[in-house]
């Protein structure tokens, strides 16, 4: 039988599981993960909150395993103000967004600095942005920033719409909501430079997302607002 192996994690969420255990969503580099961690109030439960960087070593084949370790892994990552709900958004965007059991290293390792970031007090627009670009593209759901549904060119004077199952598609009657050539192509390069580019970005990545994330509305961003 395969011995158990450690590897690094987060704590997505987590909730009371029976008398003394508890249900744990980890993130890891072979995707979110679901076990029972047991006498969560003893020393190893202290380590189950958000941005700790921890190794654990999961048992079990099924979709619910159970920890075997659980330990820190190096020094805890403390967000303050607005870098805690920035934090929470990300965590709940993994939760309600990435299948179970779906190794994303790269994504994981963009996680993981992202929060170094945060901690480092980094603007919190452009990271928050590339994250859920990220994601998007790990999904599967991204699409051209360079060409519009019809394989053209993205161009600056333009004007383009989402069409969340196709792309970018280029509109030429002027109305309230497009998005201009030069935001895209601004966001293709990150540049947030460009005037309006952060704006559209948030625009962008909040209709992307919003088909795949449904009609029930994320609490970290209802938190943020009651901030």
């Known amino acids: 039988m395969d011995q158990p192996v450690g590897q690094p994690a987060y704590v997505l969420h987590s909730r009371a599981y029976k008398e003394t255990s508890a249900l744990v969503d980890f993130y890891t580099p072979q995707g979110r993960l679901r076990a029972v961690l047991r006498r ?3 020393k190893g ?4 909150r958000p941005f700790v960087p921890l190794e654990v070593e999961l048992r079990g084949r099924g979709e619910l395993k159970t920890v075997g370790r659980l330990e820190g892994a190096g020094t805890a990552l403390w967000l303050h103000g607005d870098a805690v709900f920035s934090g929470l958004y990300l965590n709940e965007l993994l939760m309600r967004l990435l299948p179970a059991e779906a190794p994303a290293p790269e994504l994981f390792d963009h996680y993981a600095q992202t929060l170094q970031a945060l901690v480092a ?3 919190l627009e452009p990271l928050l942005r590339a994250f859920e670009w990220r994601l998007l593209d790990e999904l599967g759901y991204a699409f051209s920033l360079q ?3 019809n394989d053209q060119p993205i161009t600056a004077e333009g004007r383009y719409r989402l069409r969340v199952d196709a792309g970018l598609e280029r509109v030429e009657l002027v109305h309230p909501g497009l998005f201009g050539g030069a935001e ?3 966001l293709a390069e990150a540049d947030w430079d460009v005037p309006g580019a952060l704006l559209a970005a948030k ?8 088909v795949h994330l449904g009609a029930r ?10 901030r």
Not at 45 to 48: A, I
Not at 203 to 210: D, G
């Open 40 to 42: 969560a109030r003893g």
């Open 45 to 48: 439960g202290s380590l189950v």
């Open 121 to 123: 007090g980094r603007a």
């Open 147 to 149: 060409n519009d549904v």
């Open 184 to 186: 895209l192509l601004a």
């Open 203 to 210: 625009r962008l990545m909040r209709q992307a997302l919003a």
């Open 217 to 226: 509305p994320l609490v970290s961003r209802e938190l943020f607002r009651k």
